[in-house]
C-alpha cells in the first residue's frame, strides 16, 4: 500500500515566486492535514481538509498561504510570494476519518533564496 | 492554549544505559502519540496511547500514559546507536479532533 505521496521533496524558490507544494493521501483516506516544521522544533497544524472542503484552517497566516483538496488529484498547499521566513519542512498528513490516527508523509523541504 | 512540553530536550546517552523521556501536557486529552525523526526524514509512528494507564513496548522503548497527571514516558532500556534519533510527543487538541499539538521533541544521541 503506497503511503502519503508529498512533491516535490525539495523546493527552492527565491524571494517573492510562488511555491507549490502536493499531497496525495493514502488510499481510502479523505481527511488531509498540513503541518509546518521549522528547524529544531516540533511540527505545527496548519489546516484541515476533506474534500473540496477547508474545515480548519487556524494555523495558516491569513496572507499569502493557501490551500486545497479539490475533488479529484491531491491536495495543494499554495504560498504565495515566499520571504525567507517561510523555509521549513512541510508534512502532509492523512486518515480515513477525523478521529483516527494520521499518516504523515515525508515532507517537503522549502528553502527560500 | 494546549501546551506540550518534552524533557529533556537533548539526551547523549552510552550504550547499554537505560533513560526516560517525559511528555506533559497542559489539558484534558486522551490520546498521545510517540513518533522517531531521523534527520532530514519524516515521522516514524512509534506508539499509539488511548486510554489512561495504557502501557506499549516495542524493542528497546516502552511507552506509558497517565491521563490523570497528563504525562506520557518513553522509556529506553539498554540504548544502542541504532536509537539515536529525535523524539517526539504529540496529542489531539481535544479528545476526539483532529489537531495534533507536538512537543519540541528530543534529540537522543547514543554513543558507542
Known amino acids: 500500500n503506497a503511503g502519503v505521496m508529498q512533491n516535490p521533496r525539495h523546493l527552492v524558490r527565491r524571494r517573492g515566486q510562488e511555491a507549490r507544494l502536493r499531497c496525495s493521501p493514502m488510499?481510502?483516506?479523505?481527511?488531509v492535514y498540513w503541518y509546518r516544521q521549522l528547524p529544531e522544533e516540533g511540527l505545527k497544524f496548519m489546516v484541515y481538509?476533506?474534500?473540496?472542503?477547508?474545515?480548519?484552517e487556524s494555523g495558516m497566516p491569513k496572507e499569502r498561504f493557501s490551500a486545497e483538496f479539490p475533488k479529484e488529484g491531491p491536495s495543494i498547499l499554495r504560498i504565495q510570494q515566499v520571504v525567507r521566513g517561510d523555509s521549513a519542512a512541510y508534512f502532509c498528513?492523512?486518515?480515513?476519518?477525523?478521529?483516527?490516527?494520521?499518516?504523515f508523509g515525508d515532507g517537503t523541504r522549502l528553502s527560500i533564496l | 492554549e494546549l501546551k506540550v512540553e518534552q524533557n529533556p530536550l537533548f539526551l547523549s546517552m552510552q550504550e547499554g544505559k537505560n533513560y526516560t523521556i517525559y511528555c506533559n501536557y497542559s489539558?484534558?486529552?486522551?490520546?498521545l502519540y510517540w513518533y522517531r525523526q531521523d534527520p532530514g526524514k519524516s515521522l516514524e509512528s512509534l506508539f499509539v496511547?488511548?486510554?489512561?494507564?495504557a502501557v506499549k513496548q516495542e524493542g528497546r522503548l516502552m511507552a506509558s500514559l497517565d491521563t490523570k497527571a497528563r504525562l506520557s514516558t518513553l522509556h529506553i532500556t539498554a540504548a544502542v546507536h541504532d536509537l539515536s534519533a529525535t523524539y517526539f510527543c504529540?496529542?489531539?487538541?481535544?479528545?476526539?479532533?483532529?489537531?495534533?499539538?507536538f512537543g519540541t521533541g528530543t534529540r537522543l544521541k547514543v554513543l558507542a
Open positions: 498528513a492523512s486518515s480515513p476519518g477525523f478521529d483516527q490516527p494520521q499518516h
Open positions: 488510499k481510502g483516506h479523505s481527511h
Open positions: 504529540a496529542v489531539d487538541h481535544a479528545s476526539g479532533t483532529y489537531k495534533y499539538i
Open positions: 489539558t484534558t486529552s486522551d490520546r
Open positions: 481538509l476533506q474534500k473540496e472542503n477547508i474545515i480548519d
Open positions: 496511547l488511548l486510554s489512561n494507564g
